[in-house]
């Protein structure tokens, strides 16, 4: 439990002559929840993009499972069993959930034209096999009712359930949820918390999130990092946070919602 799996260190990473993370180092531990919060504007999701590939800092490296993967695509990521949610769910809308599931790309070898015109027969079983494991993930997270239902008609919560779903497509080892409470109603808020408790027990997915809802985040993550200012201001149990002054002052004091 104590192996490192994520190893962030001095990371800078600049918007002009905005520094949105300054000399920013954290480190996951394997089969950890581990939670991100900090006032709006504290480099956050910049530290998400930094680590997943959709942005490259301008100094400092990450590593995963002690490999250099700074500057890698998010595609080679994802390879590796690094995913991610967007604060804003990407789901294909005019699609049912059971086929956003079915799109993930995996190793299927379907997508290979020549191989799809000989090997039909094949391809129509690797599909059986495809959408087998898309009803279980579905059973997984008791959203299997919503199986025909349109993407695009899920509320907010459930385009929620559907990104961790389709994390579940894929061999996942580490993923990272940014603010996947905001806007979700109470209680199906604690569907997502479930899932994702039971995603890290049962499954041994690592995650880390970034979330505004500090009960939420107190009831899932051990530990909370806190950022201020592009770097870390506290690193501790909920408890140790909320005893904090000099982080109850930076995080409650500038805005944030909690
Ligand atoms: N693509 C961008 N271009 C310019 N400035 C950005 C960009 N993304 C983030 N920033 C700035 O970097 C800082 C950190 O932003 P962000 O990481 O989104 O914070 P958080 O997620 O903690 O609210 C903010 O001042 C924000 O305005
Ligand atoms: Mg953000």
New binding site residues.
């Given amino acids: 439990m104590s192996e490192t799996i994520l190893n962030v260190q001095n990371i800078v ?1 600049r ?2 002559g ?1 520094v ?2 300054n000399d920013c180092t954290i480190d996951i531990k394997k089969g950890s929840i581990t939670g991100i919060i ?12 930094v680590i997943t590939g959709q ?1 490259k800092p301008e100094s400092g490296a990450v590593f995963y499972h002690g490999q250099n993967i700074t500057g890698l695509e998010p595609y080679q990521l994802f390879e590796l069993g690094m995913l991610r949610t967007f ?1 804003i769910a990407h789901e294909f809308t005019n699609m049912t959930v059971i086929e956003n599931l079915m799109v993930v790309p995996g190793k299927q070898a379907g997508e290979n034209l020549l191989y799809s015109l000989v090997n039909r027969r094949r391809i129509q079983e690797e599909d059986e096999v495809i959408k087998q494991k898309a009803n279980e993930v579905l059973e997984f997270l008791k959203i299997d009712h919503l199986r025909n239902e349109l993407a695009g008609n899920l509320s907010g919560g459930q385009k929620k359930l559907l990104e961790l779903a389709r994390t579940m497509m894929v061999d996942a080892k580490i993923v990272f949820l ?1 603010e996947v409470g905001a806007g979700v109603h109470k209680t199906l808020l604690k569907d997502i918390a479930d899932s994702i408790e039971r995603l890290n027990k049962e499954k041994g997915y690592t995650f880390c999130m ?1 979330e505004h809802d500090f009960e939420l985040i107190s009831r899932l993550c051990d530990p909370i990092i806190v ?1 201020a200012e ?1 770097s870390v201001l506290f690193k501790g149990t909920s408890r140790e946070i909320k005893s904090n002054d000099e982080v109850i002052e930076s995080y409650l004091g500038r805005g944030a919602k909690k």
């Fill in positions: 990473k918007f002009g905005l949105a993370l900090g006032p709006n504007g504290s480099g956050k999701s910049t530290l998400f993009n942005l604060q940014d970034i950022l592009g």
